[in-house]
């Protein structure tokens, strides 16, 4: 899935990228803000565009500073669950359950 | 002519204690989120941390379909926003899933074939979103948040719907057999989606329309069918199918595409920087394969071994954990007739669980009862017809089967003297009868037995009567 | 008499010559007197003068814990049961944890009494502490300019006096450069020294819980009470937890061998090439052997930073959904209303910028490009250290390009902001320690010598700062003196 052929790095956050993205993220910009947005974003991709000429070949994506394994737990319950606690915002639930506006499928 | 294509995507939930990344007990029931730790409802600053049980559930899974397992494994997220997903991400696995590479033999009408499984991995379970709880709101619980699932995922290596559920039976019972996990439909432990087209033979695959959450065995067939017969008038009225996921409406058998929330759905996986690659070496796998339970193919082939079984028989009964379970606790308590004792589970026993909607797990009458039926059946104490009945009244009842033998008074009169006796008697009665036998009405035999069954209330043990009758009769 | 470093306290306390209580009330008069610097978003008096009282009584019966009375601020990025812990973000600025962070919790097991939680940029996503919903915080030499970020109040707090220590996080510089603009001593250890549980993610392969203090000993002290391997992060080390108080008055090294990385000096303006230089003089002096040394690929840090940084954040701040806890917008008519606008309001600019730029590096036909190529980046520059250190024992260069800038100055252009970071992120990348220890003014403002370590030197970074600051007394200055 390389695709370094089909874009190019830095390119213009126009608004339908903008779109896409904040649906993506669930999150909603004003109108008003988009001119300035897009153009922080223009510049940021500008700064983290230069990655692209490293010399990475060979090189292996390092996903972690350290190199260890993953420690794995002991299948144990433990029973120290305090709803009451977690629900400290009781406008968020009903009877226990967490509430949301309605699903539609 | 349409060639169908299928593939499945099982989701098994996994038979740990605790959850896949916290420690919160993966009951089933509980009250709405008593069951979801600080870790499960993703409060700010919380880190999974991955329960070895599923680790090795995973890879007795791998080991039972003749998987590679990998030596190193990584989790990534796959993000996406719902209510009942804490975190705004799954975990799941991406790249380097622990089971990859694996196969599965069925028998379908007689032909075995070979289904690829192309990967199974381990993920978390969402919680649950409830619609009809509250006026305008949806309830969100999420008790079932993070819970252990393996995804097995297959090759499109079917070919019709029997070849799918055959599958999916299989799969059901290995993963019983190897106890990792429960299995129960009803509860969503075991749940299916089905990836489902139609080619012309030989031809490139078609595009595919995937059927979400199938629970039930009845259901996949039905739903595959349906989506087969739907594609196949789109197809040939000249139209296409859509890629789109669709849902199985049971009630109104038929699917329908679901509300297209996924617009545009980029789920971003990437490694989970919380999560460190997990090493599986040779030790821990050798042990895994050591401890492992027998699997379906292998029990079948003792059966036939062992009990003399035949083929289709033993295929039945192995294929299923509870099943193969019953017939061997009965089988250990017979001293012989081990196809007699299978027949009888096969038709009777199974039969009444599945008229009566049970696991043969929860039949109300024990494997040792079945055994003692067997045994009187073989001892020629009572006939096979008199066992079934029993059965059934036991059944009801939930009466020891000795004790309605005896109460119904219903042992077989085996004993030749009384038999014969009894036998004299009726042929006395009717002269004319015995004269129409002898000159050749054969038929009369059946009046003969019957008439003898009428005066012992049906006790008397047929094959010894017929004996006697013939002698008599024959001999004069 | 004022006490004033955590050594002087533990002292004191152990001696009887003043009690937790006496020192916890004084405290919060210092604070009081300098709530301007607007260093806390939440104080604790309450809390803390009940358990002042407490560990009193422990005390009067012999019974002292390694930290016994000694007061601390709590960066607000910890999760503090029964607190508000707000992340300096709107989103949270309802949130009582349900739990302690491990952090906190062994801080407490220690003796430790909070004083209260600090401010901090929004999410630790800043370099100024100005994208904090709380408001800007000061710099107690000149009000006028930032204290750096995004440990912002955590670093002021101990820099103005009115905190003996604090604890922090760094992503990218966040304890490091604000110490450095504070005058203060700023440690993060390695990568997986401490905890991250119950620490709000930012970026979870950068961040790493860490302290502010007045001088490296205090530093030592504390360091040794938070570390170790904790079960519920599977990302904490399981390397042993030296003594590193007593490695650093103990242990006769003193001959270190110390790289300076050309790509760090090559473009320093005078002041801070004077003052750089003239610390260079005093290791020397010291024991030390000064080599020049390349790290070739250090250059990219900023920008592997910015995709990796902003992906990884991306995810972790999906779960600030409205939904369980956090801001919940009134105009949640539908359940995606209800997620934007919520996440719209609760989210600043900084973080809002950050989401999107990480949700673009991880999305499909970009991820190549941008995630997995920086991830690249970044080995390579974890491979440069690696290098570095198969020569060096530590590299030293300054923490920072110059002094604090001014409060309002670069709130405008989120690059230079980022670039004030050059000299700090690519340890995070790289998952190195790195300690910022004053070494001087320019214009009055204080300056940063920044020594960093192999993975899990701690001690040798502590043990050089020790040593520089026993013929130094910049760490000693304090503002407005």
């Known amino acids: ?44 991709l500008k700064l983290i565009g230069e990655i692209d000429a490293a010399p990475t070949d060979g090189m292996l994506p390092m996903a972690h500073p350290l190199d260890f394994t993953q420690p794995l737990r002991d299948d144990v319950c433990q029973k120290n669950i305090n709803r009451d606690a977690n629900q400290h915002d009781s406008s968020k639930t009903k009877d226990g359950y967490y509430t949301v506006p309605k699903i539609l499928d | ?58 890879i007795m899974f791998g080991l039972a379909v003749d998987a590679k397992i990998a030596d190193k494994s990584i989790f990534a997220r796959k993000n996406y926003f719902y209510p009942d997903l804490p975190k705004g991400y799954q975990i799941s696995q991406y790249e380097l899933p622990v089971v990859y590479d694996g196969k599965l033999e069925i028998n379908v009408e007689g032909k075995s074939k070979t289904v690829g499984i192309t990967r199974a991995h381990l993920e978390e379970d969402a919680g649950k979103s409830i619609h009809d709880l509250f006026d305008g709101e949806s309830a969100i619980d999420l008790n079932r948040a993070g819970t252990p699932l393996i995804e097995i995922v297959s090759e499109p290596d079917m070919r019709s719907a029997k070849e799918a559920v055959t599958y999916l039976k299989k799969i059901h019972s290995i993963v019983k057999s190897l106890g990792i996990s429960d299995g129960n439909m009803e509860e969503g432990s075991f749940r299916c989606d089905a990836n489902i087209s ?46 789109e996921t669709r849902l199985y409406d049971p009630k109104k058998d038929e699917t329908r595409p679901m509300r297209s929330k996924e617009e545009a759905n980029d789920y971003r996986y990437f490694p989970d920087p919380d999560l460190l690659p997990v090493e599986i070496t040779e030790k821990q796998i050798s042990e895994i394969k050591k401890s492992l339970p027998e699997l379906p193919d292998a029990k079948k082939e003792r059966f036939i071994e062992e009990y003399g079984l035949k083929n289709a028989d033993a295929e039945i009964l192995s294929s ?56 009187y059946v073989s001892d020629e104490k009572i006939s096979i017809k008199q066992a079934k009945e029993v059965l059934n009244e036991s059944w009801q009842n939930k009466t020891d089967v000795d004790e309605i033998i005896k109460s119904k008074s219903i042992e077989q009169i085996s004993n030749i003297d009384l038999l014969s006796d009894e036998a004299k008697k009726i042929l006395e009665k009717h002269p004319k009868e015995v004269q129409d036998y002898k000159n050749g009405k054969d038929k009369l035999m059946g009046f003969f037995v019957g008439q003898v069954m009428k005066e012992t209330q049906g006790k008397a043990n047929p094959k010894a009567l017929n004996q006697i009758l013939n002698k008599l009769l024959k001999g004069e | 008499m004022t006490y004033k470093s955590v050594t002087e306290i533990l002292e004191a306390i152990k001696k009887k010559d003043i009690s937790a209580t006496e020192i916890t009330k004084d405290y919060f008069k210092r604070i009081k007197a300098s709530d301007d610097l607007n260093c806390f978003i939440t104080l604790t008096e309450d809390s803390a003068l009940n358990r002042a009282k407490k560990i009193d009584k422990d005390i009067s019966k012999n019974n002292l814990k390694p930290l016994s009375g000694l007061p601390i601020a709590q960066k607000d990025i910890f999760c503090t049961k029964g607190v508000k812990t707000s992340c300096g973000s709107k989103m949270l600025d309802n949130f009582i944890s349900p739990y302690d962070a491990t952090v906190v919790d062994k801080l407490n097991e220690a003796g430790t009494i909070m004083l209260g939680k600090t401010n901090m940029d929004e999410f630790a996503m800043g370099s100024s502490n100005e994208t904090s919903f709380y408001g800007a915080v000061k710099n107690p030499w000149d009000y006028e300019y930032v204290p750096g970020g995004s440990s912002g109040g955590s670093a002021s707090a101990v820099a103005a006096r009115i905190s003996p220590c604090s604890t922090g996080t760094d992503t990218g510089g966040s304890i490091r450069q604000p110490a450095s603009l504070c005058g203060i001593c700023g440690l993060k250890p390695t990568y997986g020294r401490v905890s991250r549980f119950g620490m709000i993610a930012f970026a979870s392969s950068l961040d790493q819980a860490g302290l502010f203090t007045t001088d490296a000993l205090d530093a030592a002290i504390l360091l040794k009470e938070i570390s170790g391997h904790d079960p519920k992060d599977s990302t904490s080390s399981t390397v042993e937890v030296p003594n590193y108080h007593d490695y650093c008055i103990n242990s006769d090294k003193k001959n270190f061998t110390v790289g300076i990385p050309e790509e760090f000096v090559n473009d320093l303006n005078d002041d801070v090439k004077n003052s750089f230089y003239e610390s260079v003089k005093i290791l020397e002096n010291i024991g030390c052997k000064i080599k020049t040394i390349n790290l070739k690929h250090t250059g990219l840090g900023v920008s592997a930073y910015q995709v990796v940084a902003p992906a990884e954040c991306s995810s972790n701040l999906s779960r600030f959904d409205g939904v369980r806890y956090g801001h919940r917008s009134k105009k949640s008519e539908s359940l995606e209303s209800l997620y934007r606008e919520s996440r719209s309001e609760g989210f600043g600019k900084e973080v809002k910028r950050r989401i999107l730029v990480g949700t673009y590096a991880l999305s499909a036909g970009y991820y190549d490009a941008y995630y997995l190529k920086a991830q690249k980046v970044r080995n390579l520059i974890a491979q440069d250290f690696s290098q570095a250190f198969e020569k060096v024992d530590l590299i030293l260069g300054p923490t920072t390009p110059d002094k604090a800038f001014k409060i309002g100055e670069k709130m405008n252009d989120p690059i230079a902001m980022y670039l004030s970071d050059v000299y700090t992120v690519s340890t995070n990348l790289a998952g190195l320690p790195a300690m910022s220890i004053p070494m001087g003014f320019k214009e009055g403002m204080p300056l940063g010598l920044q020594i960093i370590g192999n993975h899990f030197d701690e001690k040798d970074i502590l043990k050089l700062s020790y040593l520089y600051q026993k013929e130094t007394d910049w760490h000693e200055q304090e503002p407005g003196a």
Do not use: C
């Open chain 1, 1 to 44: 899935m390389d695709t370094t052929d089909s874009h190019h790095l830095g390119k213009i956050m126009d608004k339908n990228t903008i779109k896409k993205l904040t649906y993506l993220s669930k999150l909603s910009i004003p109108e008003s803000d988009i001119d300035e947005l897009s153009k922080n974003l223009d510049n940021i």
């Open chain 2, 1 to 58: 002519m349409w060639e169908t294509v299928i593939g499945l995507e099982i989701h098994v939930q996994l038979a740990t204690d605790s959850k896949l990344f916290s420690s919160s007990s993966t009951n089933f029931g509980s009250e709405q989120n008593t069951q979801a730790s600080i870790i499960d409802l993703a409060m700010p600053g919380v880190l999974p941390v991955l329960n070895k049980k599923a680790v090795n559930m995973a």
């Open chain 2, 198 to 243: 139609l080619r012309k033979p030989g031809e490139d695959f078609g595009i595919r329309a995937e059927i979400k959450n199938i629970n039930s065995f009845r259901f996949v067939e039905n739903a595959i069918n349906y989506e087969v017969g739907r594609q196949q008038d789109i197809l040939e009225s000249g139209g296409a199918v859509n890629q």
């Open chain 2, 320 to 375: 299923s954990l509870d099943l193969s379970e019953y017939f061997e606790k009965a089988s250990s308590n017979v001293s012989s007739k081990f196809q007699l004792l299978a027949n009888f589970i096969l038709s009777e026993v199974v039969g009444l669980s599945n008229k009566h909607n049970l696991d043969i797990s929860k039949a109300p009458v024990s494997s040792e009862e079945v055994a003692k039926l067997i045994t």
